[in-house]
């Protein structure tokens, strides 16, 4: 990917439809709006942000966020925090443009009070993060990570019996968070011949006539589930909201798996329980620091599937996320409202 070397820059608010001309670079070329494409959306295809170049300079950063951070109207942004003090070194920008659903890196109280639209991209994800995570459950459930290295390693020698996993017939589904993503893995449970239970907020009563799943507390889907997905968006109510004491509330039995965030569980308690076969598995695609250290003792753990956060990390999802944040940054590029405003701000109009 080429970065696009940046000509004249300026800054553009959508209210007063107002070009900023100021040129710190000294470019005269182009009065063009900055839209920078923040290092932790690599995958945004060019011929997707290409559509913006009619309306603004668009650059791929390589180093850190604060490069041209001065001068930039719009940001697609990665998993970077977005907060006051960074909004302070920004004072052109307009829109806050995440690429994904979660926006829980972007402090959006800090980007009202500044007057800056903070965008995500929901429902284009949802079915791969779903189909991502029941690879976790039956990649668990079916050990399948074990499973293909005595393929590669042992099969040949026979000196060891074959991983044996445990069917998902009969056992109890729970879901944490039966939002858009949530929805889909219920959806797709459909053919399991699984028992579905789910705790959320909310009470979906067409899901529970549609899908014959059923809401129950939070301690009745520690204690019941045989397999525990969380699908729960990262908030200061959920932040931690799995410890050591739901935890103990589990089957022994009972696997953990999270496409969520990663501080939804503590993950210390989570690797204490791991150890001394509290639970008998997770199956994690997030962490609390990611990238997951070299040293975080889950690598070395045999009763856990990994995998790097990349759950929407399909060639169709990400182009859709891209297609759908580049849309959002277009939109206020344009003087409209960015159809895809964070929950917090659907009324706003700046
Ligand atoms: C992406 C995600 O990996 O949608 C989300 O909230 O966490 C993932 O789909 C991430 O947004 C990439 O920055």
Redesign the pocket.
Known sequence: MTPIIIGAIGGLRTGTRLLNLINPLNHDSSMKPLVLISP??L?VPEDVSDTLKELAEVVYLKGDLDEHITEAAALL???ERIDAGFLEKAPKLGIAA??????DNVDVEACTARKVYAT??PDV?SGA?ADHTWALILGFMRRIPAADAYTRNEWAKRERRLPFGWDMEGKFLGILGLGRIGTEVLKRSQGFGVETIYNDLVEKPSLEERYGVRRVDLDTLLHESDVLTVHVPLTPLTWGMIGAEEIGKMKPSAVLVNTS?GPVIDEKALTEALKNKQVRGAALG?FEEEPTPLDNPLLGMDNVVLTP?????TWETRRK?AETAVANIKAYLEGRRPPNLVPEQRDAAF
């Open positions: 932790g959306t995958n942004v990665g998993g995440r690429f994904g659903v979660g926006y995500h991209t994800l993060v965030r997030v956060h990349h759950a929407s990390a996320m």
